[in-house]
């Protein structure tokens, strides 16, 4: 606990934490089973040594044609994951971007507008 104060945590989270952690590792072992049971808490375990992060040497013997292409089906995943918008919906958030923008350059017309007549006023019209 001591060491958690001088990180500048605070304490009774940490105590809490502890207790998580050790019943986790309690109920694992009642089991009796070889892998941890997932029960949904924000414990975490040490990563098999075969799911651990591939080393830069091991991804750098791709030749640039393969990052490339790599590269290219990476963006199609991603793509795929977008939830598109229906044409209604995107409609609509058109309108309202349209009607956003042409608020706020009201806003900044009538601004510019009333400071023009100000400094005018204040300086004086040279004509």
Same mark, same amino acid.
């Given at each position: 606990? &001591?060491?958690?104060?001088?990180?500048? %945590?605070?304490?009774?989270?940490?105590?809490?934490?502890?207790?998580?952690?050790? @019943? $986790? /590792?309690?109920? =694992?072992? /009642?089991?009796?089973?070889?892998? !941890?049971?997932?029960?949904?808490?924000? &414990?975490?375990?040490?990563?098999?040594? @075969?799911?651990? !992060?591939?080393?830069?040497? %091991?991804? =750098?013997?791709?030749?640039?044609?393969?990052?490339?292409?790599?590269?290219? #089906? %990476?963006?199609?995943? %991603?793509?795929?994951?977008?939830?598109? !918008? +229906? #044409?209604?919906?995107?409609?609509?958030?058109? /309108?309202? $971007? *349209?009607?956003?923008?042409?608020?706020?350059? +009201?806003?900044?017309?009538?601004? =510019?507008? &009333?400071?023009?007549?100000? *400094?005018?006023? *204040?300086?004086?019209? !040279?004509?």
């Amino acid at each position: 606990m &001591a060491d958690s104060k001088r990180r500048g %945590e605070d304490a009774g989270d940490d105590g809490l934490r502890d207790e998580v952690v050790d @019943d $986790v /590792a309690a109920d =694992d072992d /009642a089991t009796g089973a070889d892998e !941890p049971v997932s029960r949904g808490g924000t &414990a975490t375990r040490e990563r098999a040594a @075969d799911s651990r !992060p591939k080393t830069r040497t %091991e991804t =750098d013997k791709v030749g640039l044609f393969g990052r490339i292409a790599r590269f290219f #089906r %990476e963006v199609v995943a %991603e793509l795929r994951k977008v939830i598109w !918008p +229906t #044409r209604k919906e995107l409609l609509t958030y058109t /309108a309202v $971007v *349209v009607t956003f923008v042409a608020v706020v350059l +009201t806003i900044v017309g009538l601004l =510019d507008f &009333a400071f023009a007549k100000g *400094v005018l006023w *204040v300086f004086g019209n !040279p004509s």
